[in-house]
């Protein structure tokens, strides 16, 4: 489905301009406006290994799947009302993306980017007018609350979001990019282009994750680690898990919006973070995974709720604590959530709610 010339004009970064060949008005309906998609993650040794580490963030890198889906759509206004001008459904090569250094207002200057670099351009048709540009990426196809073929008007679109159901986006969701509505430069959303353009506009967006990050740490007091010689004498941290994370429908260009009515949800998923036969994480250790951020409609502020359950010592009490993580809802990005457990006695078995605001 990739096209090389498409009837509309795009790129994926920061907002710039072409010259639009003399400014002549009858080449201006044959000149085209392109696309660059630009994703923020960083090339690794070996050539190809892409992942991210934040410096002082210990553990391995991540690992990420380049996008294999996108799909974008720019909106047209015309002084009254907002339509869909075009659409499209690319699907592009893992080596048709390049890594770069970034230089821009998007991303910090000198950071790796990989940026899709088939060309993409839109052509231009005779008349201007103000828009907007929006975009998706995945390295599976997703499926849209509304079908893409049917997405036929602008709000359909700004509301559109994607199934979290099955099993290669819960997989992929670290790997799932968008454009967020609400990410403005110069006071403006960063896809939109105005109508008194002399040259023809050079639209550059950066995409972003859909997907919050949570990052768990845990630590038994070094006095109060089991001693294996009398076991019963200590602690050891055998069970911890995620449960009940977001599956619903998820906004694609929206993703600090997701609301549920109530918690706990009932058909949510379980990450399982130990496992009694993990003796080398009984004590100490990290581990993380990714979730679409979200709050529940009776939760008194911004907070996504993480629901955990924890045991210490294979048969002692599960401890089932909500963790209310503080998030900024009006942000354009997703958050990176972190909580540290620091554990000195055996976890009792209660369920209770904390929370943290930092």
Not at 5 to 24: H, K, S, T
Request: with cysteine; glycine share 6%.
């Amino acid at each position: 489905m990739k096209k090389a010339w498409l009837y509309i004009g795009l790129m994926l970064l920061a907002v710039g301009c072409r010259q639009a060949m003399e400014n002549d008005p009858e080449l201006l309906s044959t000149e085209a406006m392109p696309v660059s998609i630009t994703l923020p993650i960083e090339d690794n040794m070996p050539y190809r290994a892409v992942g991210r580490r934040v410096i002082g963030d210990p553990g391995t890198t991540e690992h990420f799947a380049f996008p294999r889906h996108i799909y974008f759509f720019v909106l047209k206004y015309d002084g009254s009302a907002w339509s869909i001008w075009h659409k499209e459904h690319l699907e592009p090569l893992e080596e048709e993306w390049t890594p770069k250094r970034y230089l821009g207002l998007l991303q910090t200057n000198g950071d790796s980017i990989f940026e899709y670099n088939a060309e993409v351009d839109l052509l231009l048709a005779s008349e201007k007018f103000a828009g907007e540009v929006f975009a998706i990426a995945s390295p599976n196809e997703l499926v849209f609350n509304t079908p893409f073929a049917s997405i036929t008007t602008a709000d359909q679109v700004r509301n559109l979001k994607f199934s979290t159901a099955d099993s290669a986006t819960k997989a992929n969701l670290p790997n799932i990019y968008s454009t967020p509505y609400n990410y403005e430069t110069s006071g403006a959303y960063y896809g939109s282009f105005n109508s008194t353009y002399q040259k023809v506009p050079h639209i550059k967006l950066m995409l972003y994750h859909v997907a919050a990050k949570v990052d768990i740490t845990w630590n038994v007091d070094e006095n109060k680690r089991i001693d294996k010689v009398t076991p019963a004498n200590g602690i050891r941290l055998t069970n911890m898990a995620a449960c009940n994370l977001f599956t619903g429908n998820a906004y694609c260009f929206k993703p600090m919006e997701n609301v549920v009515a109530t918690q706990p949800l009932t058909a949510g998923d379980t990450v399982r973070l130990i496992r009694p036969s993990d003796e080398g994480l009984w004590w100490e250790g990290r581990a993380y995974f990714y979730t679409i951020p979200y709050t529940v409609g009776s939760t008194p502020g911004d907070y996504f709720p993480l629901q955990m359950e924890m045991q210490t010592n294979t048969s002692g009490n599960k401890y089932k604590p909500t963790l209310n993580l503080r998030i900024n809802t009006d942000s354009p990005f997703v958050p990176w959530l972190r909580a540290n457990f620091n554990i000195s006695s055996q976890l009792e078995n209660k369920s209770e709610t904390k929370t943290i605001d930092s």
